[in-house]
């Protein structure tokens, strides 16, 4: 079939998240279809990408966006006069309307496949046998939880706050007007149907590929906890925050050589500053192969307080073979058990614990690893994850032959 993928973010390379999603569901979907890729690009997206992008996809559209606070403000008072979610209208870009108005009044597509709920506004208004909308999260919870957790002197609580019920409904019809919805896990899938979307949606987990996600052979120099995600996200940087004032202080004082590293672009000057002060804590910034510190790395911590969605660090983690402490949410979605794959706790004191067990027990430090990378190759590579794309775009064949 001849698909055109929608994405708000260049799929490659997969270092965050979001790319890491949509990359292994382009891979799988370029094997049986012949994929057209439309993608917003920004100033640190090289030329080298697009190439690669370019050896699975037929072609490879791409739309400049950037974003200002000036824009930021215009788009939150278009919102205001409005009604519609901030979120969705700075990600409205005319050039990205007309490079697709033109893409497919030339030629037909089967499938429209929108990755994340930015791009559904482009895909409705376009021919296609199919349109399928691809839910990294329901994005309503993910802005609810971070209101609730942002402090009351933060102006953005506000904006959060009023977004995230703007967001609930827009995110009911928008999953009412696709012909087939995917979500991420089965709390995804309750928390859009609360919000008034259709009941068929179709449970696809993040996947990976646990080839190149291979067990890596750890060697720490000494008690090393490690943290890796983008740190300029307001989740990442309220859970680091939280570990560093309530928990960390407790480690230490029980492990008094441990160090701990924070990987992730764009960490915010107070991280920075709080390095300086600490000898044990090292904030990197963005690194462009962080095997040497997981080599290096005792555990890694996941203290997220608020989300939605899957952690994909998680998933990497557990392919790499590194033990990990999360809370309930950092895992949400997750098919982990505590004390098998995973350790879970949602409070400092039993966190804490949690960490120095790992940095003590090496035989309960390989268990943990061990059936974590067991886990994620029985449930989470993309080879097996995606197949009920399979059966959701047969459907589209389906209808065209009736």
């Given at each position: 079939?001849r698909v055109?993928?929608?994405?708000?973010?260049?799929?490659?390379p997969?270092d965050?998240g979001?790319?890491v999603?949509?990359?292994?569901?382009?891979?799988?979907l370029a094997?049986r279809h012949?994929?057209?890729?439309?993608?917003?690009?920004?100033?640190?997206?090289?030329?080298?990408?697009i190439q690669?992008?370019?050896t699975?996809c037929?072609?490879?559209?791409t739309v400049p966006?950037?974003r200002?606070?000036f824009?930021?403000?215009r788009?939150?008072?278009?919102?205001?006069?409005?009604g519609?979610?901030?979120?969705m209208?700075?990600?409205?870009?005319?050039?990205?309307?007309?490079?697709?108005?033109?893409?497919?009044?030339?030629?037909p597509f089967d499938?429209?496949?929108a990755?994340?709920l930015n791009?559904?506004?482009?895909a409705?208004?376009?021919?296609?046998?199919?349109?399928?909308?691809?839910?990294?999260?329901a994005l309503?919870v993910?802005y609810r939880?971070?209101?609730?957790?942002l402090?009351?002197?933060?102006?953005?609580?506000?904006?959060?706050?009023?977004?995230?019920?703007?967001?609930?409904?827009y995110e009911?019809?928008?999953?009412?007007?696709?012909?087939?919805?995917t979500?991420?896990s089965e709390?995804?899938?309750?928390?859009?149907?609360?919000?008034?979307?259709?009941d068929?949606?179709?449970?696809?987990?993040?996947a990976?590929?646990t080839?190149?996600?291979?067990?890596i052979p750890?060697?720490?120099?000494g008690?090393h906890?490690?943290?890796i995600?983008?740190?300029?996200?307001?989740?990442?940087?309220?859970?680091?925050t939280w570990f560093?004032?309530?928990?960390?202080?407790i480690i230490?004082r029980?492990?008094?050589?441990?160090?701990?590293?924070?990987i992730?672009?764009?960490?915010?000057?107070?991280?920075?500053?709080r390095a300086?002060?600490d000898?044990?804590?090292t904030v990197?910034?963005?690194?462009?192969?962080p095997?040497?510190?997981?080599?290096?790395?005792s555990l890694?911590?996941?203290?997220l307080?608020?989300?939605?969605?899957?952690?994909?660090k998680i998933?990497?983690?557990?392919?790499q073979?590194?033990p990990?402490?999360?809370?309930?949410?950092g895992?949400?979605?997750?098919?982990?058990?505590?004390?098998?794959?995973?350790?879970?706790?949602?409070?400092p004191?039993?966190?804490?614990?949690?960490?120095?067990?790992?940095?003590?027990?090496?035989?309960?430090?390989?268990?943990?690893?061990?059936?974590?990378?067991?886990?994620?190759e029985?449930?989470?590579?993309?080879?097996?994850v995606c197949?009920?794309l399979d059966?959701?775009?047969?459907?589209?064949a389906?209808?065209?032959?009736?």
């Amino acid at each position: 079939m001849r698909v055109l993928l929608l994405t708000q973010v260049l799929p490659y390379p997969p270092d965050s998240g979001p790319k890491v999603k949509t990359y292994y569901v382009l891979k799988y979907l370029a094997q049986r279809h012949e994929v057209t890729l439309a993608s917003f690009i920004r100033e640190t997206d090289k030329p080298e990408y697009i190439q690669h992008l370019e050896t699975l996809c037929e072609r490879v559209i791409t739309v400049p966006i950037t974003r200002s606070k000036f824009d930021d403000l215009r788009f939150l008072g278009q919102s205001l006069l409005t009604g519609q979610p901030w979120m969705m209208l700075r990600d409205q870009r005319a050039d990205m309307r007309h490079a697709l108005t033109a893409l497919t009044a030339a030629e037909p597509f089967d499938i429209i496949h929108a990755d994340q709920l930015n791009m559904g506004q482009y895909a409705l208004p376009l021919p296609a046998r199919r349109r399928v909308l691809d839910l990294h999260n329901a994005l309503w919870v993910l802005y609810r939880r971070m209101a609730e957790t942002l402090p009351p002197t933060n102006p953005m609580k506000y904006l959060v706050g009023r977004d995230w019920k703007l967001l609930k409904r827009y995110e009911g019809q928008m999953c009412r007007d696709f012909d087939a919805v995917t979500a991420v896990s089965e709390e995804d899938r309750q928390a859009l149907i609360e919000a008034g979307a259709r009941d068929d949606i179709v449970v696809i987990p993040i996947a990976i590929d646990t080839d190149q996600q291979a067990f890596i052979p750890r060697r720490p120099s000494g008690p090393h906890i490690i943290h890796i995600g983008t740190m300029y996200w307001p989740p990442n940087i309220a859970g680091i925050t939280w570990f560093l004032d309530q928990i960390y202080p407790i480690i230490k004082r029980r492990v008094p050589d441990v160090r701990f590293t924070i990987i992730g672009a764009r960490p915010p000057a107070s991280l920075v500053e709080r390095a300086q002060s600490d000898p044990s804590l090292t904030v990197t910034g963005y690194v462009d192969d962080p095997l040497p510190y997981f080599q290096d790395a005792s555990l890694m911590v996941v203290p997220l307080l608020a989300g939605g969605g899957m952690r994909v660090k998680i998933l990497n983690a557990l392919s790499q073979g590194i033990p990990m402490v999360t809370t309930t949410v950092g895992c949400e979605g997750i098919a982990v058990t505590h004390g098998k794959d995973i350790l879970i706790a949602d409070e400092p004191d039993p966190f804490a614990e949690a960490v120095i067990r790992l940095l003590n027990d090496a035989e309960l430090n390989a268990y943990i690893a061990q059936n974590g990378r067991r886990t994620v190759e029985e449930r989470y590579d993309y080879r097996q994850v995606c197949r009920p794309l399979d059966e959701i775009y047969q459907a589209a064949a389906l209808e065209h032959r009736g």
